[in-house]
């Protein structure tokens, strides 16, 4: 004989929902200092990050614009000769 089963999704859905539930009552959950203090440390570090990306970001704003609209003319001349003691002096790259 064929079993009834119309009932069985909603207590399989209570059951869930109890089981949820009672796995919740077993968390241990942390006191309100506990996560002020921990907050408090992952905003440190997101700030110590941010401080290094943007030196980070800074230096090679630096570098491509001095690679891309080259130096003043009073300091080209010591960076040609430093560059060409470096290279032995074969002269300077093309793109300084």
Known sequence: M?????????EKKRGRI?????ELKKV?????????????????VVV???????????????LYQVLVEGLNADTSASLL??????FGGAGAPLWL
Do not use: E, N, Y
């Open 28 to 44: 241990s959950w942390p006191s309100f200092g506990q996560v002020v203090k921990q907050t408090g440390i992952v905003l440190a």
């Open 18 to 22: 109890r089981g949820t539930i009672d």
């Open 2 to 10: 064929a079993k009834d089963t119309s009932a069985k999704p909603k």
């Open 81 to 86: 000769s430093s560059v060409g003691a470096v």
């Open 48 to 62: 110590v990050f941010l401080v290094v990306l943007m030196g980070f970001d800074a230096l090679l704003g630096w």
